[in-house]
């Protein structure tokens, strides 16, 4: 191999090991399950109740605005590498909070 396909090669594996993972997540009324994730269901666009989906799917009927993430391979569930971006006060028609709260009731994580 030349000295200058050599060179190349390492940059190309240069760039690849540098490249970052971009999230984009949008508040609408459907998720494309096929390239989107569905990590939250909401009451409304603002000052909304929220609740967490099961089977890709809003518990509650009223909850018609979603928190939609560009990658269907995400989760919301807290396992492995996941992280939690906010705390739900429960399950269904629940405040949350950006913070663990026990005293308050914001227990349960809702991750990415």
Known sequence: MSYNKI??????LLLLTSFS????????QNCNLET???ILCLTDEINA??????ANQCVNRDYNWKV???DSALSN???GN?????????????????NEDEIN???IPVCI
């Open 21 to 28: 993972y971009a999230l984009s997540c949008n508040v609408k």
């Open 36 to 38: 989107e994730t569905l």
């Open 7 to 12: 060179l190349n090669l390492l940059f190309v």
């Open 82 to 98: 996941y992280a939690p971006i906010v705390w739900l006060s429960d399950f269904g028609n629940s405040h949350a909070s950006l």
């Open 105 to 107: 009731g914001y227990t």
């Open 77 to 79: 569930e807290c396992k």
């Open 49 to 54: 109740h929220a609740e967490l989906p099961m």
């Open 68 to 70: 939609c993430c560009q």
